[in-house]
């Protein structure tokens, strides 16, 4: 079987009348494809996943050319085969799981953002093997536990897998919601209070982060006890009024106790003052 990268023009245009494009489509649809074809085969993509390309375009377009909204889905899906074309693995997870291409179709046919997240964190892809958990995300206040959770694999004292770590959850977190926004699955006022609390289980914990940094370093106030902070962010805004959306900055306001006296039990001791306004620059 010809492979779509070894297809002429000809062959092309025959799979698309066949597939039912109208007419008047096909001329910028080809001119889509042949840019397409010409950016894989630019691209390092080896044997392997010229194989895996040959099998699953077809397959692909399938699914596209039978959605009454191929005309805004063909270049979603195109960009992100062209994201993950290098990386066989990726491609070898949507040929071997038909649910899983199926959902990718749907959802980049339903939504930009999710079309961007994809292509711009193929990882996400794994997300779209599991379709309960689209459809079920996590209960909103489980968030904060579920982070300490992901976060307690990671080595200790690893900030720049850390800040990772935080990245992904965030990410696949942010896929779930959406997902289950887009199919129906959750009900629009919950969005925002899901996109709440996953924004305060990351804020706690980069504060948490933050005072470990600082207090390894200069020790703690001297007068705090039994592991108290005294430090407080509040949220303004769609933060703090619970009407976070998908693309809403975060608001914050860091308030502390003014309190006299130094730290103990660090390398280097501060004047409380000093120790505090180090938190919000690590954070």
């Known amino acids: 079987m010809v492979g779509f990268l070894e297809a002429d023009f000809d062959e092309i245009e025959q799979m698309l009348q066949e597939s039912g494009i109208q007419s008047d489509d096909v001329d910028g649809i080809l001119n889509k494809l042949g840019q397409f074809k010409e950016s894989l085969n630019r691209r390092a993509i080896g044997q392997r996943g010229r194989e895996v390309l040959t099998q699953l375009m077809p397959m692909v377009f399938s699914l596209i050319f039978k959605q009454e909204s191929y005309r805004t889905l063909l270049p979603r899906i195109l960009h992100l085969i062209e994201k993950i074309s290098s990386r066989t693995t990726y491609l070898e997870l949507l040929l071997e799981n038909p649910q899983a291409l199926r959902q990718v179709i749907e959802l980049c046919g339903k939504s930009q953002l999710i079309s961007d997240q ?112 005294n430090f407080l962010v509040v949220g303004y805004g769609k933060l703090g009024g619970l009407e976070l959306g998908y693309k809403s900055d975060l608001d914050l306001v860091f308030l502390y106790e003014a309190v006299e006296g130094q730290t103990v039990g660090g390398k280097k001791s501060l004047i409380v003052i000093s120790f505090t306004l180090n938190l919000p620059k690590k954070s």
């Open 118 to 229: 994809l292509s711009q964190h193929p990882i996400l892809l794994d997300e779209l093997l599991n379709t309960e958990s689209l459809r079920n995300p996590l209960p909103f206040t489980r968030y904060a536990d579920e982070l300490q959770q992901y976060l307690l694999r990671l080595p200790p004292n690893d900030e720049e897998q850390f800040i990772n770590a935080l990245r992904q959850f965030k990410q696949a977190t942010l896929l779930r919601v959406a997902a289950a926004d887009i199919l129906g699955a959750l009900p629009v006022m919950k969005v925002s209070d899901h996109l709440t609390y996953l924004a305060e289980a990351i804020i706690q914990s980069v504060v948490n982060l933050a005072w470990k940094q600082v207090s390894a370093r200069f020790g703690i106030p001297q007068h705090l006890q039994n592991g108290e902070k």
